[in-house]
């Protein structure tokens, strides 16, 4: 097992801004002697007094010792030019994100520093085979792929492209260990692990506001509150910026040559189009600002509660209901079935199910129950507080409120979202976790990884393997098959490794 860079060893860092000075902090902090350069006058020199600042501040809170902010502060330096750099034993690059300018930068550096210092990159798209190919010494370039901000994420990609050295990777995952962060290993392809994995978090919910399923509130309080994510789709793009965010889906779109699944979608180029680039231009698929109110999610008004319903105690999901209806001193009846397509509850002629992938209007017409209602993913129906509904065309508004009533008495606010094939949570968790499979069977990167690094990477409650894992693997295997079925599109194919996993009658992803 390889070590990680001793305190001792002296870390450049190229780039002062959000993220240079992100990983400046953090190595300063863990006891090495940090040299910040940037090529804009001035810019590393104030970088090093606000992370002065910075550590001050967390004296001032608690989270830092006056003697460690001060040992800290004087391990930080601003360079006038890449020569200081000279006896770095490791260079973090954190400039524009260009090709060119990156390769540029690591030729420069291979004339400065000494033959055993590592050089990394802190792309989060650029191909490191391709940044490496211009070296003399490839083999010691890596990818450190931080996540913003560094100093509070835990997450670290390392990422490794042909030429790099096994034992570079090695010392790279030690080091961001010693350092207090969480590293998982990729191999370098578009998107690497969190960019590529994550995509369908933001291509179904835009395909899902494409079909009219409901408004950009509606789905994200569904994202939100039912599927325990931090924040919706549609927030987040706006937070993250439209022209950030599209280009990063062009990217991975063009880098898989035009694969289906990561195709971009065309009301965010419409975005972009007028401008609207979400918080930091004042609009994006929300307005921001002075005295701008944030629309609220559409939900049924309260409903009566039915007759007598009936719950599928055999199911979680029924179960789990017919616990809170008993809390709620309600009436209700239980039932037991464990075959697969058993409604959840059924009153008054209507049936609930838990979506397959399937829309409730063909569900309906295939077995012959017109007033067939679909509930969609939740990642806890004994915390949730919203959950969402599909109901079929040929369902009448009778049975749809006598569903909705019995939910609603079990404390669920209700959103009624327009028939599509998998509704949101359900369809966009088995996305991520199909991706996910995709990405390991791949040699991308290990299932381990994978689930850490979309948990921790970008907080997801679950790591969508385990989600899957969850759900049960041969079911959402069925929600993909059904998906692709009703569309008819390559988008919603199933990874190898998922289908695989299911024909082995294995319940979980090799770990």
């Known amino acids: 097992m390889s070590s990680a860079i001793p305190p001792s060893g002296v870390i450049g860092v190229v780039g002062a801004g959000a993220m240079g ?6 190595a300063a902090a863990a006891g090495h002697r940090v040299v910040l350069f940037d090529t804009r006058e001035g810019a590393a020199a104030a970088a090093c007094e ?42 973090v690059e954190a400039i524009v994100e260009q090709l060119e300018a990156k390769q540029q930068l690591f030729i420069s550096l291979e004339k400065i520093v000494s033959d055993t210092c590592i050089l ?38 390392v990422i490794s492209g042909l030429a790099t050295s096994a034992s570079v990777a090695d010392r790279i995952v030690a080091t961001a260990s010693a350092w207090g962060k969480l590293p998982v290993r990729a191999t370098s392809t578009p998107g690497f692990i969190v960019n590529r994995v994550a995509r369908p978090f933001y291509a179904e919910s835009l395909r899902l506001l494409l079909e009219q399923a409901a408004d950009p509130a509606t789905l994200d309080a569904v994202m939100r ?36 699944r990561f195709t971009p979608s065309i009301i965010q180029k419409e975005l972009l189009n007028a401008g609207f680039l979400g918080r930091k231009s004042g609009r994006g698929f929300y307005v921001y600002g002075e005295g701008a109110q944030p629309p609220s999610a559409q939900e049924l008004a309260e409903c009566s ?24 001193g309600k009436e209700f009846g239980l039932t037991e079935s464990g075959l697969a ?30 007033d067939t209602v679909l509930i969609d993913l939740a990642l806890d129906f004994e915390k949730t507080t919203r959950v969402a509904l599909a109901v079929a065309d040929q369902c009448s508004g009778g049975a749809r409120d006598a569903i909705a009533g019995v939910l609603q008495a079990a404390g669920y606010r209700v959103s009624v979202l ?21 990405a390991v069977n791949q040699g991308v990167c290990s299932a381990d990884d994978a689930d850490l690094a979309m948990q921790k990477g970008v907080n997801y409650p679950l790591g969508p393997l385990a989600w899957a894992e969850r759900i049960g693997v041969d079911k959402l295997l069925r929600v993909l098959q059904n998906m692709s079925d009703e569309y008819g599109e390559d988008r919603y194919r199933a990874s190898p490794l998922l289908q695989r996993v299911v024909a082995s009658g294995k319940e979980s992803f090799s770990r």
């Open 120 to 157: 990394a990159t802190n792309t989060s798209s650029i191909s490191i085979t391709a940044i490496g190919a211009k070296l003399a010494h490839p083999q010691r370039l890596v990818g450190m792929h931080f996540f913003n901000p560094v100093p509070l994420m835990q997450l670290v990609e």
């Open 341 to 370: 397509d058993a409604p959840l509850l059924t009153v008054n002629g209507a049936s609930l199910y838990l979506t397959d992938g399937r829309s409730a209007t063909m569900r309906a017409a295939e077995h012959g129950k017109p």
């Open 225 to 260: 509150e039912a599927g325990g994510f931090r924040m919706g789709p549609f927030e987040l793009m706006d937070l993250i910026g439209h022209d950030v965010n599209y280009a990063v889906t062009q990217s991975v779109f063009d880098a898989y040559y035009q694969d289906p």
């Open 50 to 91: 606000s992370l002065r600042k910075v550590y001050a501040s967390l004296v001032d809170k608690g989270r830092m010792s006056p003697d460690h902010a001060m040992r800290s502060s004087e391990n930080l330096s601003a360079a006038n030019s890449l020569q200081a750099c000279r006896d770095a034993a490791l260079v």
């Open 305 to 328: 509660y039915p007759g007598k319903p009936v719950l599928n105690k055999s199911s979680v999901i029924g179960s789990t209901i017919a616990a809170r209806l008993g809390a709620a």
């Open 418 to 438: 327009r028939d599509v094939p998998g509704l949101a949570v359900m369809r966009t968790v088995a996305m991520l976790a199909n991706e996910a499979a995709d």
């Open 21 to 26: 000075t992100g990983i400046a902090q953090l």
